[in-house]
């Protein structure tokens, strides 16, 4: 199976700060890459496919890059209604994997 | 509107059997494939299992292979997950969620609000 490693675990931020969260993959899966948010008794809702493609309707504020292995979401201004936790999720391959998340707290 | 609606957690014993259900509407849900992806309590996202559009191509996660089965009845749109021989570690809220395509593009971009599952004696 192939691992998602997500980094930080957990961050807290002030309104308006850059926000950035790091996804590596433990072997190439090109731009096989999606980003969910997931707020608190909720369920994921997809931000980003192919790594850096917005889902119809998600805030320009978020944004993806990268390929191959390592990948970067970044949330140019962070606003309260972002508290979540945030999950990058491969599907290069069978199984599809996801990082262990990221926890985004207002500071 | 895409709705996806679980129903069929509750507790029950290890080792017992329960069948989760999934109504979907709002998209021809032939159309798509289908998953089930599970998240423990406090704990992070797993995918369980995935079904194509015509139940050809099926795929399960080695932890639950040989004791879950995933199918789909297009003619009620509705996904299913019987799951067997349950442990403890089963122990999870089961999401139904939608795939971006009708193969195991592996994409859900749509899912439901859950149904839990605990398992215990």
């Known amino acids: 199976d192939i691992q998602m490693t997500q980094s930080p675990s957990s961050l807290s931020a002030s309104v308006g700060d850059r926000v950035t969260i790091t996804c590596q993959a433990s072997?190439?899966?090109?731009?096989?890459l999606n980003w969910y948010q997931q707020k608190p008794g909720k369920a994921p809702k997809l931000l980003i496919y192919?790594?850096?493609n917005l889902e119809t309707g998600v805030p320009s504020r978020f944004s993806g890059s990268g390929s191959g292995t390592d990948f970067t979401f970044t949330i140019s201004s962070l606003q309260p209604e972002d508290i979540a936790t945030y999950y990058c999720?491969?599907?290069?391959?069978?199984?599809?994997?996801f990082g262990q998340g990221t926890k985004v707290e207002i500071k | 509107e895409v709705q996806l609606v679980e129903s069929g957690g509750g507790l029950v014993q290890p080792g017992r059997s329960l069948r989760l259900s999934c109504a979907a509407s709002?998209?021809?849900?032939?159309?798509?494939?289908m998953h089930w992806v599970r998240q423990a309590p406090g704990k992070g996202l797993e995918w369980v299992s995935g079904?194509?559009?015509?139940?050809?191509?099926?795929g399960y996660a080695d932890s639950v292979k040989g004791r879950f089965t995933i199918s789909r009845d297009n003619a009620k749109n509705s996904l299913y997950l019987q799951m067997n021989s349950l442990r403890a570690e089963d122990t999870a809220l089961y999401y139904c969620?939608?795939?971006?395509?009708?193969?195991?593009?592996?994409?859900?971009?749509?899912w439901g609000q859950g149904t839990l599952v605990t398992v215990s004696s």
């Open positions: 999720q491969q599907y290069d391959n069978l199984p599809p994997t």
């Open positions: 709002g998209f021809t849900f032939d159309d798509y494939a």
């Open positions: 079904i194509s559009w015509n139940s050809g191509s099926i």
């Open positions: 072997q190439d899966i090109s731009n096989y």
């Open positions: 969620a939608k795939d971006s395509g009708q193969q195991l593009v592996l994409l859900p971009d749509y």
């Open positions: 192919d790594a850096s």
